[in-house]
């Protein structure tokens, strides 16, 4: 079993950024950012391939937003730039201990953070 503690997201006006933080009990194959926002589905917005640290992006945050990893402290992060409104959602990070995977599918992942609120005001 994983656990995923997350923490940061919070309110910011357009423009602003904010810095999301996710702890994993231990190391996984890959690590990812997912989003849902009020009666929508939930959305991929980032990943990390953690040992090759490979980056993968949605075409809606690509340049405003980056992802990292500690791998001392087994963290991942999503640095968040450029926010605005439309990115209001709740953000969980996932996990995933398989090598097959696709990395923007959430049934890719089989560990979930318990979600941090990220809005935006205009």
């Known amino acids: 079993q994983v656990q995923l503690v997350e923490s940061g997201g919070g309110l910011v006006q357009a423009g602003g950024s904010l810095r999301l933080s996710c702890a994993a009990s231990?190391?996984?194959?890959?690590m990812g950012w997912f989003r849902q926002a009020p009666g929508k589905e939930r959305e991929f917005v980032s990943a990390i391939n953690w040992s090759a640290g490979s980056t993968y992006y949605a075409d809606s945050v690509k340049g405003r937003f980056a992802i990292s990893r500690d791998n001392a402290k087994n963290t991942m992060y999503l640095q968040m730039n450029s926010l605005k409104p439309e990115d209001t959602a709740v953000y969980y990070c996932?996990?995933?201990?398989?090598?097959?995977?696709?990395?923007?599918?959430?049934?890719?992942?089989?560990?979930w953070g318990q979600g941090a609120q990220v809005t935006v005001s205009s």
């Open positions: 996932a996990a995933s201990v398989s090598v097959a995977m696709i990395m923007a599918a959430p049934d890719s992942y089989q560990h």
């Open positions: 231990r190391r996984t194959y890959s």
